[in-house]
């Protein structure tokens, strides 16, 4: 990184790239990773570890989720306290309540923000995140740049994203370096009393809940009405 | 719990400086800190013995560790010294923080 140039973090900057994307090659093959990736397949269930329907299972299960499942399960913690505590406590049983199977291997913690605490998610060491809930991270959340300046510097990241805390919210970043897969419960918005759950979950973005900014009113059209 | 555990909430804990080969969940920068156990997870499958086929076990205790970004970064880190980092880390890398460590 250089002075002169600052690669973002929010995957508009390609300069940012730490690897090529290769494509289709000029000889037909699939690129180096496809046929890596098809032969541990074909090996998988050569030996029986796996079938082809296991496999088209989890790429229909990993396919249905999306980040407005993690909007449902925040707008209903917005506005049902005894849901958020029961949140807080247990996520999967929490998501199972709103018909979100989050039964996967990995636990799942949900951390919530307040007005003197802020949660941002990082996964150092590879991409951990929680895919039952929010289905498959984005590319800058994968890269390098981001791995590597959430620990040290998560303002400037946040601040590339559009949020700039002040220095009375104690900023706490979460490296899920195990087990524990870590989701933020971002605060609900002022200027939204009234709005239906449904208005509510629109403005909850995956963003939010990674926690690298907090859910915006400008994106989205005001509901009618308010 | 189905083990008991070494550490309790509130304990302060010195992350062991080991250099080993293998699956390691235990990030280099955090190595050699100091840091307060915030919770106990429960017990995991060891990720050392499960990357090379193994079976995980015995499961092994897992903390939610937190540390002052200052005691982490030193003065690299520019925020308020409030700010923290929290990493889950397994029992066998953790021994008590002592006086002279931290």
């Known amino acids: 990184m250089t002075e002169q140039h600052t690669p973002h973090v929010d995957g508009h900057d390609h300069d940012g790239h730490d690897h090529e994307h290769p494509g289709v090659q000029p000889d037909g093959?699939?690129?180096?990773?496809?046929?890596r990736i098809r032969a541990i397949e074909s090996l998988l269930i050569e030996k029986g570890v796996l079938s082809k329907g296991d496999i088209q299972r989890q790429i229909d299960y990993i396919e249905s989720r999306s980040p407005a499942l993690g909007g449902r399960i925040v707008a209903r913690a917005w506005v049902d306290p005894a849901y958020k505590a029961r949140l807080l406590a247990d996520a999967k049983a929490a998501a199972a309540e709103l018909g979100i199977d989050a039964s996967g291997v990995s636990e799942i913690v949900v951390v919530e923000n307040t007005d003197t605490v802020h949660n941002m998610i990082v996964c150092t060491l590879c991409s951990c995140y929680p895919r039952p809930i929010l289905g498959r991270p984005p590319d800058w959340y994968k890269s390098f740049n981001y791995r590597q300046r959430a620990v040290v510097e998560p303002r400037a990241v946040m601040a590339e994203f559009g949020l700039e805390l002040g220095d009375n919210v104690e900023v706490r970043v979460h490296d899920s370096t195990a087990d524990m897969r870590y989701l933020v419960l971002p605060q609900r918005p002022a200027g939204t009393d009234g709005w239906s759950e449904e208005q509510l979950a629109a403005i909850?973005?995956?963003?939010?809940?990674?926690?690298?900014?907090?859910?915006?009113?400008?994106?989205?059209?005001?509901?009618?009405?308010? | 719990m189905s083990q008991e555990t070494r550490f309790r909430p509130g304990d302060r804990v010195w992350v062991k400086d080991e250099e080993r080969p293998g699956h390691i969940r235990t990030p280099h920068y955090i190595r050699g800190k100091t840091g307060q156990i915030e919770a106990v997870h429960g017990v995991f499958r060891n990720p050392e013995s499960l990357a090379y086929g193994g079976d995980g076990t015995p499961k092994r205790p897992l903390y939610l560790v937190g540390f002052p970004q200052s005691e982490v970064w030193g003065r690299r880190y520019r925020g308020p010294r409030h700010d923290r980092i929290y990493v889950d880390i397994f029992e066998h890398w953790l021994e008590p923080a002592t006086e002279t460590r931290g």
Request: charged share 20%; hydrophobic share 35%.
């Open chain 1, 29 to 35: 093959r699939p690129p180096y990773y496809a046929q």
């Open chain 1, 204 to 226: 909850v973005n995956r963003d939010s809940m990674i926690g690298v900014n907090n859910p915006r009113l400008d994106r989205v059209a005001a509901p009618a009405g308010s």
